[in-house]
């Protein structure tokens, strides 16, 4: 490991008071985590060190500090975790503080998409169309803090969507992951006397990505007395779509007089020429702050390579990204773990397929970045996940939802006949379930009351013999998860689940209880996955934030696709720069000139019409040139390693 020799820039806040708040400006790759942990390790030696938690509001900056504070045994407990995991534990140690249903339950994506939201549109008597329309409302408004309303939405169905909504929550016994950080907010706006929030110092990551209920949740924090310690970059604030937006870190020392402010702009990570054209993108922000200093790349930085390919097509462009791709690997020693290929959007593939077929034979693998989540959403591994909730909770209600749901023969009168009972006799779902159980299923239909009954009976049957230890296992719950036997007549978690269970029993925090565990599953499975894949990764641009590779090859860089018609054209400019500054050596943007079959649908829709080049690309450092004919001069010997 690099021993850290910090710059002028990072000794100012190495020096920072942990009683005063502050802000770290910091540009991309430079340095920003390892700053924070050495900062931490200086508190962490004071004779009485203060109180601190470290707060992020995305998981690839919590890994990348976990990462990077695990090389460090003395800072252990300061554990980094995301604002939502914060809200969940700050809840769970103040129960009643806010309003949902106890204990609290998140319903995962798989759960949400199949239970919450089918079993939501039938009792509210609209299409799921609808129900995806007001729960992203919801959420917005959750977010916002301010009223969204979608003007198509009739003003009735409106107001029978909410009442139905808090009634199946109640019933479901379901929190949403979204409202998190708005019931912490209420919590801290209702109640003064909450535990274990008297921190000293939050220092909070990513702080450009915050909404605005996650800002008041830490001024609410900041009036209880800590300072907070903000670092990110207004400069990559790149979701909207949450209501995050670059004012909040822009206007940190108003929210927070006689706070400090630490500049950042030495990159570490990005050779000179990816530097100049993601300055280029950025600086053209007629918006942009100009009282900051530039990202400038060290001295000993290489030049690297840049350039901006135009295709006759989309199927040139898509074997010319393949060309570019086998190019880094067999004449640049690039490993393809080390190229992302990124694009605006990728819907059903219509960018990727085309570039996976044309490497197909290559020998160059892509990875598969949608595996714990097809993996999750297989029914012997939801059953089998189920079942474990149930030991957890024996009423589990979206556990027994799930089960009904996933038994053949069943159907919705099973779950419509308990959801009645369970709203009849004040009680939630799973219980209802168990009382009808119990008492022969009154007013049933006996076409699948023997069915029900069946089910019912099998897993009481299966849990009898079941133990869950009180506390964590000292194997940690991987292990444990595994070692269960699922019920005889089901197969069980398919191997490729199996493997990651084990895998993030080793990485997840050894406190937290088995419902905790499993809710992990998801999102710390696709973290491991993009982690361990050998192979060329495709994704968003949008969800390449926190990566640092290699290669970045930037997909359909044209005019209405990015910048997208619909989209704030300042943000636009930052999630290109964003996109553009993950790569440490080589960088590539392309376009096509015409397009065909699916991606001609992207942007606006122009089949076989001519296209530009993105105006966020238009007379930059970089000049557009033929792909084919970059490619046959790479090829012929030209390697950038010394470039």
Known sequence: MTAFVPSDEQIRVLDHNPTQCGVILAGPGTGKSATLVALLNRLAGLDSPPKIRLLTFTRAATNELARTISAHPSLQALRPSTVHSFAISSLIANRGAASYPQPLRLADKWEQREIVRRTLARRA?????????????????????????EVRIPKETRSRFLGSWEEHRRIYGYTMLSEL????REALRDHDDLVGLDYTLLIVDEYQDLNPCDLEVLRRLAARGSAILAAGDDEQSIYSFRKAAPEGIRRFLDDYPGAVEYPLSLTRRCAKSIVAWARFVIEGDPDRI???????????????????????????????VAGLIRHLVVDEDVAPSEILVLVRGDFGGRFSEPIKHALAGSGITAADTQLAERELAEPSNRRSLAMLRLLAKPDDSLAWATLFHLRSGIGWAVTD?????????????????????????PGLSTRVRGRASALVTEMRAWMAIQGIPDEPPDSGWGRWVLSVPIYASYPGFTPALARLIGEVGDVVEPDLDLERFLSQLGPLGDDLLAERSGGVRFMSMTRSKGLTVEAVIVVACEEDIIPRLDAPSAEERRLLYVA??????????????????????AGRPRVQERRTVSSLLRNGPASSEDGASYLATRSRGGSARDR
Do not use: S
């Open 181 to 184: 950080p708005n019931l912490l």
């Open 290 to 320: 100009l009282e900051r200093p530039t990202l400038t790349a060290v001295p000993e930085a290489p030049e690297g390579e840049v350039a901006l390919l135009h295709f006759g097509g989309h199927v040139a462009e898509a074997r010319g």
């Open 417 to 441: 006949y308990v959801y009645g009972r369970a709203r009849d006799q004040h009680v939630p779902f799973g219980r209802a379930l168990l009382l009808a159980h119990d008492t022969d299923w």
């Open 580 to 601: 553009m500054t993950r790569a440490r050596r080589f960088l590539y943007c392309t376009w096509a000139k015409r397009r065909t079959g699916p991606t001609a649908r």
């Open 125 to 149: 008597r609209v299409t799921l169309p609808v129900v995806d329309v007001l729960i992203r409302e919801l959420e917005a408004n959750w977010q916002a803090l301010t009223p969204e309303q």
